[in-house]
């Protein structure tokens, strides 16, 4: 799956590019509150000194310290929302790759997900009416030129999802939509992406 990894790698480096823009925002606007919120407490304490010094340093302290938090919440919120769109443009990268790569990385699921080599292909309507038979058929030339059952067939029946297929042997399904892939992909590695999103 060497175009996987080649999207991943593409998506990553767009990602971090969109993630540097989005945290130097969050950087600012957490600046820009931490700022205002020291100016308050600067202002606080000056009036405080006339009625003593102690509870006008505690006071600033507390304001100090809302801010701070308000601040890491903003950046947390910040790098949270980047990881969202970084998955949400991996998702989008797969559902818009040119038919030739789209056709092959469907075939390509398919192949490493079929168990009987007797499968129906379920995909989602558009998929179905554009490339179901495409992919069907190299699914099956990939299963046979590795010695494998190569009798998939398209199911008559299409699912909602974005891309990506299902593969149904009566009751028993496996599910390679895109949506899938992504939503495991970034349980196991959102911690890798952050870092390099982050980094």
């Given at each position: 799956m060497n175009g996987i990894d080649k999207i991943t790698q593409r998506i990553a480096g767009d990602a971090r590019q969109e993630a540097e823009e989005i945290?130097?925002?969050?950087?600012?606007?957490?600046?820009?509150?931490?700022?205002?919120?020291?100016?308050?407490?600067?202002?606080?304490?000056?009036?405080?000194?006339?009625?003593?010094?102690a509870a006008a340093a505690e006071r600033e302290s507390r304001l100090v310290s809302a801010a701070e938090r308000e601040g890491r919440q903003q950046l947390l919120s910040a790098k949270q929302e980047m990881l969202d769109r970084a998955f949400d443009l991996a998702l989008e990268r797969l559902c818009s790759l040119p038919e030739n790569d789209y056709v092959d990385l469907l075939a390509k699921l398919t192949v490493s997900a079929v168990s009987t080599g007797r499968e129906q292909l379920i995909l989602s309507q558009t998929d179905r009416a554009r490339y179901g038979v495409k992919v069907a058929t190299k699914a099956n030339l990939l299963l046979a030129k590795s010695g494998r059952v190569g009798l998939l067939t398209l199911s008559q029946e299409s699912r909602g999802f974005r891309g990506g297929v299902i593969l149904a042997d009566g009751d028993v399904e496996i599910n390679c939509t895109f949506e899938a892939l992504v939503r495991e992909a970034r349980s196991s590695v959102s911690g890798e992406v952050a870092g390099v999103l982050f980094a």
């Amino acid at each position: 799956m060497n175009g996987i990894d080649k999207i991943t790698q593409r998506i990553a480096g767009d990602a971090r590019q969109e993630a540097e823009e989005i945290l130097a925002q969050a950087r600012t606007q957490a600046g820009e509150i931490s700022a205002r919120y020291q100016a308050q407490a600067e202002q606080i304490a000056q009036d405080a000194k006339v009625r003593g010094e102690a509870a006008a340093a505690e006071r600033e302290s507390r304001l100090v310290s809302a801010a701070e938090r308000e601040g890491r919440q903003q950046l947390l919120s910040a790098k949270q929302e980047m990881l969202d769109r970084a998955f949400d443009l991996a998702l989008e990268r797969l559902c818009s790759l040119p038919e030739n790569d789209y056709v092959d990385l469907l075939a390509k699921l398919t192949v490493s997900a079929v168990s009987t080599g007797r499968e129906q292909l379920i995909l989602s309507q558009t998929d179905r009416a554009r490339y179901g038979v495409k992919v069907a058929t190299k699914a099956n030339l990939l299963l046979a030129k590795s010695g494998r059952v190569g009798l998939l067939t398209l199911s008559q029946e299409s699912r909602g999802f974005r891309g990506g297929v299902i593969l149904a042997d009566g009751d028993v399904e496996i599910n390679c939509t895109f949506e899938a892939l992504v939503r495991e992909a970034r349980s196991s590695v959102s911690g890798e992406v952050a870092g390099v999103l982050f980094a």
